[in-house]
């Protein structure tokens, strides 16, 4: 961790006043604060949660994952572990409020109970409300089905994501009980996602585990990759479905749900995604990411045995592998 940021400071005095206190006196100005010694070891999420302008996990969590928290001059990871005497820059610009309202929306759902939902998402849409993506999102067209749980105002019951030109199976919650316990399943590495990705390419052996560790580009902050300074384990493993001259269906498995892992992990193999215009090689003619989250289970939150669910190949990418075998 660089240590530039504390050169300035060598002579700042300590004080011994309750933690929350300390903070409020150590602002150097409105968005630059000095971590106070007593800091050290704490959780960096967990520090910028208990800033006065701050005062929830929740917000703490979506700056950090904006980019808008550095440490140092560098952003860190949510558990990354404070020394003490840092220098801490977050960029808390007032939020308008978020209004959800309910919008139609024809939706395959694949499995639900009083407890959750499975939802077959269609590519192009965008999981939650976002920076450009007020509107036309699965949040707002599953409201009326009673989804809820979570800490932030946009997500309800949201416990994973699908990229918005990825389709296939996503588990939504209904209660904030019911968050927490899919929350566990997804820590405990639990809910088994399973995907299909055509990639170009063929692979070198049937079956392969990718193991690397990704987070923000060190030059992009719009895309992950492997040479970043926020690295998070991330664990890929794939199977070959189906051969063609030039190209492979792979089935997917995550281990770990980073943002962008199968899609960042096959190109790191030199297998890109087939229609990927960030990572992979772009098809004109598909007009989307061959990348479908064909199947889901996961031992039921409450007992009761597994919820198992399924997605078919979309049209569109059923007819690009028609294509290939022509």
């Known amino acids: 961790m660089s240590t530039g940021g504390r050169g300035g400071f060598a002579g700042a005095a300590v004080s011994t006043r309750p933690k929350d206190k300390l ?3 150590l602002v150097v100005n409105p968005s630059l604060i000095l971590v106070p010694l007593e800091a050290a070891g704490e959780r960096l999420d967990r520090f910028v949660a208990a800033l006065p302008e701050i005062a929830s996990r929740a917000e703490a969590e979506r700056l950090l994952a904006s980019g808008a928290v550095r440490v140092d001059g560098e952003p860190r990871p949510k558990s990354h572990r404070l020394m003490g005497g840092e220098l801490l820059e977050v960029d808390a610009r007032e939020r308008q409020p978020v209004v959800l309202e309910p919008e139609t929306r024809e939706l395959r759902i694949a499995y639900e109970d009083e407890h959750l939902l499975i939802v077959d998402k269609t590519a192009g849409i965008v999981v939650h409300p976002s920076a450009g993506h007020s509107g036309g999102t699965l949040v707002q067209a599953l409201l009326d ?31 904030q009980e019911a968050y927490a316990r899919l929350q566990d399943l997804v820590r405990q ?31 992009d902050p719009l895309r992950r990759s492997l040479d970043t300074d926020a690295p998070r384990d991330a664990i890929t493993h794939f199977e070959v479905e189906r051969l063609f001259p030039k190209h492979a269906l792979l089935s997917i498995r995550l281990e770990t749900g980073r943002t962008h892992q199968i899609r960042v992990h096959l190109a790191a193999i030199d297998l890109p995604v087939v229609g990927d215009p960030v990572y992979g090689v772009p098809d004109p003619e598909l007009g989307r990411q061959f ?23 979309p049209d569109e990418l059923q007819a690009a592998l028609e294509r290939l075998a022509s």
Not at 151 to 168: K, M
């Open 189 to 219: 590495r639990a809910l088994d996602r399973r995907y299909l990705a055509l990639v170009r390419g063929r692979p070198r052996s049937r079956t392969g585990r990718i193991e690397a560790p990704i987070g923000r580009d060190r030059h």
């Open 23 to 25: 903070r409020r006196d």
């Open 145 to 175: 089905r009673g989804i809820a749980g979570g800490d932030v105002p946009e997500r309800p019951g949201i416990v994973h994501r699908l990229d918005r030109d990825t389709s296939g199976l996503l588990v939504v919650a209904r209660s």
């Open 291 to 313: 990348l479908h989250a064909n199947r889901l289970s996961f031992p039921h939150p409450f007992g009761g045995g597994t919820v198992e669910a399924e997605s078919p190949l």
